[in-house]
């Protein structure tokens, strides 16, 4: 505590109004903003890409509650980093008209592009491969999509399809193709796993694969995964109880 506690004025939480979805530049587009109330919270959207149910659950700043920097910040992190959904985030603060200790806070949300597509194209050349003995030269693509607010709940989800060829001295030497999918929650589910810990999710992981090497072997794969993720201070936890892998190997 300060020695003259006339320099230290506590504030609390009053109301709290959040914009989910503004634009990054000003336009001139006339939109009927629709609103709901959860929680003592305003939740203020231009369009329908966000349940609203994702945002009370992401608020560290709470009606009531003695404000706090960390909070703030918290706050920020949350809705501009750890959830890919928005790309950025900014709160105002003003003091309230009823009181001199209460303070209404307004947190705007910037979304991010909802989906992206990548390729990739890459080669590679062995030379005296160990079962053959012989100069080897691969080509592979891979294409992934990416989609940072499934079910409108800023949920991650990856897909990414790989292929491939090795040619040597009977031509395609090597096939290999691969199909995976990432799902990324943003909590952990259930929600008393990591309770303590910030930027909690939960990830689903599908994998198969599928290498067929000319004359030696088959391989075919599947694999699937469930795990929990979480950071507190320096540290980072991944937990993952469930980790299921088939494979078939044949000459």
Do not use: C, M
């Amino acid at each position: 505590p300060p020695q003259d506690s006339s320099e230290l004025q506590k504030y609390y939480i009053d109301s709290i109004t959040v914009f989910t979805d503004l634009p990054l530049l000003e336009d001139s587009v006339v939109v009927k903003n629709d609103t709901i109330v959860q929680n003592k919270i305003t939740i203020i959207s231009r369009t329908d890409k966000f349940k609203p149910v994702i945002i009370p659950r992401n608020l560290y700043l709470q009606s009531g509650k003695v404000y706090k920097l960390d909070d703030y910040n918290k706050t920020l992190n949350r809705f501009g980093n750890q959830l890919g959904a928005w790309q950025r985030a900014t709160i105002d603060f003003a003091e309230s008209r009823t009181s001199d200790s209460l303070l209404n806070a307004t947190v705007r949300l910037y979304p991010a592009l909802k989906q992206n597509l990548t390729a990739d194209l890459e080669a590679s050349y062995n030379t005296n491969d160990i079962l053959t003995a012989t100069n080897l030269f691969g080509v592979g693509a891979n294409v992934s999509l990416r989609n940072r607010n499934t079910f409108k709940r800023s949920i991650l989800s990856t897909t990414s399809v790989r292929g491939g060829v090795e040619l040597g001295s009977d031509f395609i030497q090597t096939t290999q193709t691969n199909l995976s999918h990432s799902i990324s929650f943003p909590q952990t589910i259930p929600p008393y796993i990591l309770k303590s810990y910030d930027n909690r999710r939960t990830i689903l992981n599908f994998n198969a694969g599928y290498t067929d090497r000319r004359d030696f072997f088959t391989l075919k794969s599947l694999e699937a995964s469930l795990g929990w993720e979480g950071a507190k201070k320096k540290h980072s936890w991944i937990i993952r109880p469930i980790n299921i892998e088939y494979t078939i190997l044949s000459p």
